[in-house]
């Protein structure tokens, strides 16, 4: 089974508010099997312009991905985000040989 991804770029407005979000948002991406593959740390942007934190999360299929982020927990959490952080956000299914 592919996997599936959320790749996000952000800018945070207020970090001690975002610490809500990322409490909020715990239950729903431990619901669908969401693990942490890059979460903010260095990086650089050789092309483009980018925000300076950037998060990737994998999830065991591409299908988990979208119902993690469509639920209902997530929805919630989000509404705490959106008023503090701009975000680009896709969601990606990955790529198997």
């Known amino acids: 089974m592919?996997?599936?991804?959320?790749?996000a770029n952000n800018l945070v407005h207020d970090s001690e508010a975002y610490k809500?979000?990322?409490?909020?948002?715990?239950?729903p991406l431990k619901e669908?099997?969401?693990?942490?593959?890059?979460?903010?740390g260095r990086q650089i942007s050789p092309e483009g312009a980018m925000f300076p934190r950037s998060v990737v999360i994998e999830f065991p299929s591409y299908a988990d991905a979208v119902a993690c982020y469509e639920s209902v927990a997530y929805q919630e959490?989000?509404?705490i985000r959106q008023?503090?952080?701009?975000?680009?956000?896709?969601?990606?299914e990955g790529y198997d040989e």
Not at 2 to 7: D, H, P
Not at 32 to 40: D, E, S, T
Not at 83 to 92: C, G, S, Y
């Open 2 to 7: 592919t996997k599936g991804y959320w790749i």
């Open 20 to 27: 809500a979000y990322q409490k909020a948002n715990a239950g």
């Open 32 to 40: 669908y099997g969401g693990k942490f593959l890059v979460r903010a």
């Open 77 to 79: 959490a989000l509404t």
């Open 83 to 92: 008023p503090i952080a701009d975000t680009n956000l896709i969601i990606v």
